[in-house]
DNA sequence: CGAGAAAGCCGAATTTATTG
DNA sequence: CAATAAATTCGGCTTTCTCG
C-alpha cells in the first residue's frame, strides 16, 4: 500500500464516518444543532463535539456558528452535497440487498440431464412459476457422466444439478441429497406384441431390435449386468444412444425394446399411451436421482426455492 | 487453521453542569 | 445558542480458549 493511501486511511477513512456526516446533514438541514441534537435523539454537546471533530480532521471550518444557528460554510455545502449522494448510494445498495434476497424474483442456474429435464423439470417449473412468477430458469444440458460435470458446479456455472449418483469421501465439497430410487425398466411400443403379454422372458427377446446404451457408460453398464446375470448373450444393438428423445421417436414405431428408468416412463406416455412397460424384473436399479451442490456456498433464495420445488415435484412423481 | 465465545481493558461517546 | 469541563457509560478491540 503506498503511503499516500495509508495516510488517507489513517486520516480520513478512519476518523470521517457515516455517523458524523449523517449528524452534519441533519444539522444544515434544521439549521441549528440544537435542533439538529432533538431530531438526531442526541445532547447537543453531542452533536457539538460531532462537526468539531469533522472540522479537526478535515482542517477546514463547515459551519459558520451564529446567535441564531448555523451556516454551512463553502467548505460545509460542499461536504453535505457529497454526503446526500454517499447516503442515497447506500440506500440503493439495501435495496439492491433486498432486491437479490427476494426469491420471487432473480435468476436460478441448473445443470440437468436430457431425460431428467424430461421427467423432472416440469413439475417443478410449473411449481416455481406458481409461487414465484418473476423467477427465470436456466437449464444447461449436461451429456456427459456427473463426474465430470460436477465441474460446472465447481466453478458456480450452475447454482446446482439434478443427476443420477452419489459421492464418495473424496468429494466432501459436495453434497448430495437423494431424491428417489427407481428400477430400470423393459419397455416397448404398445403395438409390438409383446406389449400385451402377461408374461415375458428377457431370454425371448435377444433377437430383437434393442436400443441400447453406450457400454462404457452408466446405464449401459448395468443393462449388460442385467443379461449377463441370467446367462444371456448380450443383444445386439441396433441404435447405441444416450438420446431420449430418439428413443421416443423410435419406439412409436413399435419395432424396438429398450431399458429405461421407471420414472421416465410418464413422460413417454404424456401426450398419448405410446408404450407399455414389460413385466420383466431386470433386478437392477438405477443409480440413485440426487440433487448436487457445493457444500460451502451460500444458495439463493431463488436457488433454496427451486430445490424444494424439485424436492415436492420428485415426491409426487415417485407416489 | 479458522470460527465463535468469553473476559478484560482501553478509549471514545454521551450526559450533566457550567461558562462565554 | 455554542463551547467546554468533568463524570460516567458504553462499545469495541484484543487476548485467550475451545471446538469442529
Request: aromatic share 4%.
Amino acid at each position: 500500500m503506498s503511503p499516500s493511501i495509508e495516510h488517507w486511511e489513517a486520516r480520513i477513512g478512519r476518523r470521517v464516518r457515516l455517523r458524523d456526516l449523517h449528524v452534519l446533514l441533519t444539522v444544515a438541514q434544521s439549521g441549528s444543532m440544537a435542533r439538529a441534537a432533538q431530531r438526531l435523539a442526541l445532547s447537543q454537546p453531542a452533536v457539538s463535539k460531532a462537526i468539531a471533530d469533522l472540522e479537526q480532521t478535515l482542517g477546514v471550518r463547515l459551519l459558520d456558528r451564529g446567535p441564531r444557528g448555523v451556516e454551512p460554510t463553502l467548505y460545509g455545502s460542499a461536504l453535505v452535497r457529497r454526503g446526500l449522494a454517499v447516503f442515497d448510494e447506500l440506500r440503493q445498495g439495501v435495496d439492491e440487498i433486498a432486491f437479490m434476497a427476494d426469491p420471487t424474483t432473480g435468476e436460478v442456474r441448473i445443470g440437468c440431464n436430457e431425460s431428467l429435464s424430461a421427467a423432472l423439470l416440469p413439475a417443478v417449473i410449473a411449481r416455481l412459476s406458481e409461487q414465484s412468477p418473476g423467477v427465470t430458469v436456466h437449464v444447461a444440458q449436461m451429456s456427459r457422466p456427473i463426474t465430470v460435470e460436477i465441474r460446472e458446479l465447481r466453478e458456480r456455472n450452475v447454482d446446482l444439478i439434478i443427476g443420477r449418483g452419489v459421492f464418495s469421501i473424496p468429494e466432501d465439497d459436495l453434497i448430495s441429497e437423494i431424491l428417489f430410487e427407481e428400477p430400470l425398466i423393459v419397455v416397448a411400443s404398445i403395438r409390438s406384441p409383446w406389449a400385451r403379454r402377461r408374461k415375458v422372458e428377457l431370454a425371448q427377446l435377444v433377437r430383437e431390435k434393442w436400443i441400447l446404451y453406450p457400454r462404457d457408460e452408466a446405464p449401459g453398464v448395468l443393462v449388460q449386468q442385467a443379461f449377463r446375470d441370467r446367462g444371456l448373450e448380450l443383444p445386439r444393438a441396433s441404435v447405441e444412444t444416450m438420446s431420449f428423445h430418439l428413443r421416443d421417436m423410435l419406439l412409436t414405431t413399435g419395432e424396438y425394446f429398450t431399458v429405461i428408468p421407471a420414472c421416465m416412463m410418464h413422460v413417454l406416455n404424456a401426450k398419448r399411451p405410446t408404450v407399455n412397460s414389460l413385466p420383466i424384473d431386470l433386478g437392477i436399479q438405477t443409480r440413485p436421482v440426487a440433487i448436487f451442490t457445493l457444500k460451502n456456498r451460500t444458495l439463493s433464495p431463488v436457488a433454496e426455492l427451486f430445490i424444494n420445488c424439485v424436492r415436492a415435484a420428485a415426491q409426487s412423481i415417485v407416489s
